[in-house]
C-alpha cells in the first residue's frame, strides 16, 4: 500500500467510475463492424453480467450478447448461422470452415456461396497410386490386337502343356513356383516366351478385371481351322464323327461353355459363322478351360454353305428347335451328325432351318420354354453318344451271341464245341 500522506497520483482519477448494468440502456455500447471482444476477457462488468467462461471473453445473460470464438453477429439483417458457429459474411473473405477435415482449406461454391460439409470435393482429383512393378500399360506389356489374351490356370496350363506360342506370360509369385507351372513356365520360357512375375492389381489391369486366378498368357491369334480338312480328318479319325454348328452365338460364354462340352464328350470340331456371332475371344478361352487346345474351330463366311458341305460328305443336319414335333430320345443317331443350336432367345434363323434334313426338341415339363443355348448343347451331345454307345453294345451283344451257343441243357458252348452246319 502506497503511504497515507502520500501525494495523489494523476493519472488515476479520483471520480469512481459509473455503474454499469448488464443488459439496460445504461450499458456500454456495442462497437460497430463486427469488432468484438475476445479471448483474454478484456472487459468484465462490475455487476449485473454474465459470469466469465473459462477460455474468456464477455458473454452476456441473453440475446445479442458477444461469442468466445465466433465473432461478433448481428441481431438481424445479417447472414444466416451456421453449425459450425462464428459470424460468416455473405462471400467468402478467408474464413476456414471448421467442419472440413482435409487440408485443402475452404473453396467456395460457384457462387462463391458456402457448401454443405458434404458436397466439398477437392480442386484436383489425386493420381491413384500405382504399385511396385505394375505401372501402366507399356508398349511391350500390353497386349496387341493381333494377339489373343488367355488367362485362368486351366486355360493358360493347356496351353503350355500343348506347346502353344506364347509371347508374353504375367504370374504372381504363388503361381510362379508353384510345382505345377514350375516347369512348364520355365519351358515357355526357354521357348522365347518373357515371363513378368506382377502383382495382383497389374493382372487385374491387364485382364480388366476379369477372374485371372494369378495368371495370363499373350499367345497369337487363334488358329481357326479349314473347315474341308476338318472334315476329313474327322472321317479319318472315326466312322460316326459329330460336328456342332453355333448359329448366332453373341455370349462368349455360352460359346466357351459349349466348347468345353464338346471336347469334353468327344466332338470332332465345332463350326462359327464370322458375322453376328463371338469368335474367340480370351473370355471364351477362360470358360472353356483348355477345350480349345484339344478341340478344332473352322469360322465360315456363310452357314448355310457350311451345312451343305457336310451333306455332301455323308453328314446329317438336326437342328435343334423347341418347336420341332420330334424328340431328341426317339431320333436314330446313326450316321455322321451335325447337330445345329441356335441362341436362346432367336433361336436358329429361317435359312439354317431350311438347311436341316430333321428339327429336333427336347421334352420340357416345366414352366420354362426354352433352355440356355450351352445346357441344350450338353443334353443333345449326350444323347447322341447314347444312342451311339447303345447301338455298339447291341452290335457287340450280337456278335458275341454268334460266338457262343448255348444247347438244349443250358450248357455254355465255346465256339470249338459248335460244328458249323
Not at 166 to 184: C, E, G, K, Q, T
Not at 323 to 338: G, I, Y
Not at 365 to 381: D, E, F, H, K, Q
Amino acid at each position: 500500500m502506497p503511504p497515507e500522506n502520500s501525494p495523489p497520483n494523476p493519472k488515476r482519477s479520483s471520480v469512481p467510475p459509473p455503474k454499469k448494468v448488464s443488459g439496460g440502456q445504461g450499458s456500454k455500447p456495442r462497437p460497430k463492424g463486427g469488432s468484438a471482444y475476445r479471448g483474454s476477457g478484456s472487459y468484465r462488468p462490475d455487476d449485473g453480467g454474465a459470469d466469465r467462461r473459462e477460455k474468456g471473453g464477455y458473454r452476456p445473460d441473453q440475446g445479442n450478447g458477444y461469442r468466445d470464438k465466433g465473432g461478433y453477429r448481428p441481431e438481424d439483417g445479417g447472414s444466416p448461422r451456421r453449425e459450425g458457429g462464428g459470424y460468416r459474411p455473405d462471400k467468402g473473405s478467408g474464413y476456414r470452415d471448421r467442419g472440413y477435415r482435409d487440408k485443402g482449406g475452404y473453396r467456395p461454391a460457384k457462387g462463391n456461396g458456402y457448401r454443405d460439409k458434404g458436397d466439398y470435393r477437392p480442386a484436383a482429383a489425386l493420381p491413384k497410386p500405382v504399385p511396385k512393378n505394375s505401372g501402366t500399360a507399356s508398349p511391350e506389356s500390353s497386349v496387341p490386337e493381333d494377339s489373343d489374351l488367355i488367362y485362368g490356370r486351366h486355360a493358360v496350363e493347356a496351353a503350355l502343356q500343348n506347346h502353344r506360342a506364347l509371347n508374353r506370360v504375367w504370374v504372381n509369385a504363388r503361381i510362379r513356383y508353384d510345382p505345377r507351372f514350375l516347369s512348364l513356365i520355365d519351358e515357355a520360357k526357354a521357348n522365347g516366351a518373357v515371363i513378368d512375375e506382377v502383382d495382383t492389381k497389374r493382372l487385374n489391369q491387364i485382364t480388366e478385371g476379369a477372374n485371372h486366378q494369378g495368371i495370363a498368357a499373350q499367345a497369337a491369334s487363334h488358329d481357326y481351322q479349314d473347315l474341308d480338312t476338318m472334315i476329313e480328318t474327322a472321317l479319318a479319325a472315326t466312322k460316326m464323327p459329330v460336328f456342332i454348328a453355333a448359329d448366332g452365338i453373341t455370349d462368349p460364354h455360352n460359346l466357351g461353355a459349349i466348347v468345353r462340352t464338346a471336347e469334353a464328350l468327344g466332338a470332332q470340331g465345332i463350326v462359327i459363322p464370322q458375322r453376328r456371332a463371338v469368335g474367340i475371344t480370351s473370355t471364351v478361352a477362360k470358360v472353356a478351360a483348355g477345350g480349345l487346345e484339344h478341340l478344332p474351330v473352322a469360322r465360315v463366311v456363310n452357314l448355310k454353305r457350311a451345312l451343305e458341305s457336310f451333306k455332301e460328305k455323308g453328314f446329317w443336319i438336326y437342328g435343334l428347335s423347341s418347336e420341332a414335333s420330334q424328340p431328341l430320345h426317339r431320333t436314330p443317331f446313326d450316321r455322321p451328325t451335325v447337330i445345329v443350336v441356335g441362341a436362346e432367345g432367336s433361336g436358329l434363323s429361317l435359312t439354317v432351318q431350311q438347311s436341316c434334313d430333321v428339327l429336333v426338341s427336347i421334352p420340357l415339363r416345366g414352366n420354362i420354354p426354352s433352355l440356355n443355348a450351352s445346357v441344350a448343347t450338353g443334353m443333345a451331345l449326350y444323347e447322341i453318344y447314347r444312342h451311339q454307345w447303345v447301338t455298339q453294345l447291341e452290335v457287340s451283344t450280337l456278335q458275341n451271341q454268334r460266338q457262343h451257343r448255348i444247347n438244349k441243357q443250358g450248357h455254355l458252348l465255346l465256339p470249338s464245341d459248335v460244328s458249323e452246319p
